[in-house]
């Protein structure tokens, strides 16, 4: 299979650790194998937890393994004045009011503890489906009106694979209450933007991946209707949790200050993956290769 482009988006909330390393490597290797261009994209909303040293953080990471990309910012300067999300605020606002005039969402005033208290599990129990809340109202969240309809999820071996979405991202939040885009949201409609049509995640995003494909219906011309998919394993620490920069993984660049080379943190992320250690971007995408398992459905 032969794709035009992909991505590498992280989320700049802190400092880039192993798993993020192992992530960009697969992306980028896959993308080389499968003829695609690579895309750098900053998912910068959140900014309450961005920083300019977690941005920054990034380039230097990128630019330390030698991941190469094709498209996207260079350098801080260039993602402030051309690349930062604030500049596609336009087409999010486009998409929700298209989601609402469809009569696809709903307002909520539910506060977190609430839907805590009313769901143990943390999903959404359907207060407000019915309440009518005004869309105008203050401190309201916009939700995504879903059902348990079975989604078909392309994947990289040519096969589907057939889930509905879970739970947790039930009837979920397409506009925060503090008016600001989600997540699900800006991924859907980047990804329509920028023409990807393969998307590298980890295991742990596969309801992200059926929420979006979820939303993507209801957009106008489904962006993701061609998408193509591949789920990773995530890298654990040593005591078998996934990392994640909010749980205070060690960062690379903590590793790197230690003393930590480049060629210690490929054989690192190749023994994690049960391959040869290699030493560069360049041995890294010609040795990996990948197997034919389904995602954990989470």
């Not at 402030?80 to 929700?96: G, I, M, P, T």
């Not at 949201?185 to 309801?207: H, P």
């Amino acid at each position: 299979m032969k794709f035009t482009k992909t991505r590498i988006a992280p989320t700049p909330s802190g400092y880039l650790h192993l798993g993020n390393a192992m992530s960009f490597l697969i992306t980028a290797a896959l993308a080389k194998q499968k003829g695609a261009k690579i895309l750098l994209r900053i998912d910068d909303l959140d900014k309450e937890r961005v920083k300019k040293k977690y941005v920054e953080d990034v380039f230097s990471t990128l630019s330390f393994l030698g991941i190469p990309w094709d498209e996207g910012p260079r350098n801080y300067k260039e993602y402030k004045a051309k690349f930062s999300q604030v500049h596609r605020l336009a087409h999010y606002k486009k998409a929700l009011e298209q989601l609402k005039n469809d009569k696809s969402l709903f307002a909520c005033n539910c506060s977190r503890r609430k839907i805590d208290r009313e769901s143990p599990d943390g999903s959404y129990p359907g207060t407000c489906r019915t309440k009518a809340v005004p869309f105008e109202e203050n401190d309201v969240s916009w939700r995504l009106a879903t059902n348990e309809k079975e989604l078909k999820i392309k994947d990289i071996f040519g096969k589907e694979s057939s889930s509905t979405i879970p739970p947790i991202l039930r009837d979920f939040v397409v506009r925060r209450k503090d008016g600001q885009p989600s997540f699900q949201l800006t991924s859907a409609v980047d990804d329509q933007i920028d023409q990807v049509d393969f998307i590298v995640r980890g295991n742990d995003l596969w309801g992200s991946t059926l929420a979006q494909v979820y939303l993507s219906k209801k957009l106008a011309g489904s962006p993701l209707k061609n998408t193509v998919y591949y789920h990773h394993a995530l890298m654990v620490d040593d005591k078998n949790r996934k990392m994640s920069k909010s749980s205070g993984a060690t960062s690379l660049q903590s590793l790197i200050r230690n003393g930590m080379e480049k060629e210690d943190i490929y054989a690192t992320i190749c023994g994690f993956l049960k391959m040869q250690p290699v030493a560069d971007f360049d041995e890294f995408q010609k040795a990996f290769r990948i197997n034919v398992k389904k995602p954990n459905k989470q």
